[in-house]
């Protein structure tokens, strides 16, 4: 099976475009691909398929063999390895995925895609619809404990469910050990993404993210629109601002006018190979 590894900001996924559908062994197949001691590493692995309704759907697994309804990241490598290996001749194209169908726009630079901005669709603030177990129009700055300790989440979904903590210093922040414990907390009935930000401007924010099925990863282009809309509804920044993440900066808009999040950010291949296990 041939596969083109491809980063998004240091996010990794493995791309296979061959299939006319999801393949039954796709968790199996995830989980012996993404190990990063004996298979090839990765944070999941995406199927490009066949779409009746868009230019191309997209299908993620995550690194633990689990489904993740959208990807940022992976949005904008699917859309660079679609344009630049000719599944699609445009430089505006639709993605469908588990949430929903996206707009993409291309930067193109010598017949490559250096630069992609996606339409991430409105934002989803109603508790029972994240899910959190929270029957609330909107989740903002709620208290949540784990671990003994307090602290406070606002709750966003992008398709996929976030809770963005505000802290003082988010590099420095231990997300190896806060992460898993908020990850599973029993306000979360399908797990959340968690976010820990700290606030450098109202236009400039840093943030890390432990993923829901991946744990930390360099970059998590969802939690970057979550961050976003987070900051503007705690009043904490802009509905405009540059997210810097582990793996490298998104500039992400919540527009005013639409309801809409927009994301702009790099994608990258990185290597091509072939797999021979089962």
């Known amino acids: ?62 690194a633990d063999g689990s489904e993740a309804e959208q990807c940022g990241n992976a949005v904008r490598c699917v859309a660079k390895y679609a344009f630049d290996h000719k599944l699609v001749q445009d430089e505006a194209l639709t993605v469908e995925t588990m949430a929903g169908i996206q707009r993409v726009w291309l930067t193109v630079e010598n017949g490559k895609a250096v630069q992609v901005k996606v339409d991430m669709g409105e934002p989803i603030l109603r508790g029972e619809a994240i899910p959190v177990a929270l029957s609330q129009e909107r989740i903002v700055n709620h208290p949540i404990e784990a671990g003994g300790e307090a602290f406070s989440f606002t709750g966003v979904s992008m398709g996929n469910p976030h809770a963005v903590i505000f802290v003082d210093d988010a590099p420095r922040f231990d997300v190896e050990k806060w992460g898993p414990l908020l990850e599973a907390h029993r306000l979360f009935p399908n797990k959340a993404n968690i976010e820990f930000v700290s606030v450098t401007s109202p236009q400039e924010v840093e943030m890390r993210v432990w993923e829901r099925g991946c744990g930390q990863t360099f970059a998590c282009g969802t939690g ?42 790099p994608a990258e291949e990185v290597f091509v190979g072939r797999w021979h296990k089962a």
Do not use: Q
């Not at 900066?249 to 999040?261: A, K, M």
């Open 1 to 62: 099976m041939n596969f083109t590894k491809m980063n998004g900001l240091g996010n990794d996924f493995i791309i296979v475009a061959h299939f006319e559908t999801l393949p039954e062994n796709a968790p199996e197949l995830s989980r012996n691909m993404c190990d990063r001691h004996f298979g090839v590493g990765a944070d999941g692995l995406v199927f490009i398929l066949p779409s009746d309704k868009a230019d191309i759907r997209m299908r993620i697994i995550n």
């Open 224 to 265: 970057a629109c979550a961050t976003v809309v987070a900051g503007s509804l705690t009043g904490r920044t802009e509905r405009r601002a540059l997210v810097h993440l582990k793996g490298g900066d998104l500039e992400i808009e919540w527009n005013e006018t639409d309801n809409r999040v927009y994301m702009t950010g």
